[in-house]
């Protein structure tokens, strides 16, 4: 089993930007996927980003794609999810989680071991 904690989130205004950080515990992290969701109140946990075990492949929900970017450096155990243009549609708890295989994944399903979640609350 792997433990992650993700920090980095906060409150920040339209357009800026915040970076997120998981750390993990556990020997097998640097060999599985990992992945970020996302769940706004009133509404089900939605996939945002995903990376492979090596960080040669990431995947972005469209509503991200190309502002957000997922990276990971497996020597530190930590993963990161990079987010600029920040809209308010983005104010969400931001989980990240390791998935079962090495490859990416973009559904809950596929992942073992979640996060806490930190709050992202962007103002307008």
């Known amino acids: 089993q792997v433990q992650l904690v993700e920090s980095g989130g906060g409150l920040v205004q339209a357009g800026g930007s915040l970076r997120l950080s998981c750390a993990a515990s556990g020997r097998t992290f640097s060999s599985k996927g990992m992945g970020w969701f996302r769940q706004s109140p009133g509404k089900e946990r939605m996939f945002v980003a995903t990376i492979n075990w090596s960080g040669s492949y990431t995947l972005y929900a469209a509503s991200v794609n190309g502002r957000f970017t997922i990276s990971r450096d497996n020597a530190l155990n930590t993963a990161y999810l990079q987010m600029d243009s920040l809209k308010p549609e983005d104010t969400a708890v931001y989980y990240c989680?390791?998935?079962?295989?090495?490859?990416?994944?973009?559904?809950?399903?596929?992942?073992?071991?979640w996060g806490q979640g930190t709050q992202v609350t962007v103002s307008s």
């Open positions: 989680a390791v998935a079962r295989a090495p490859q990416s994944a973009t559904t809950e399903g596929e992942y073992d071991d």
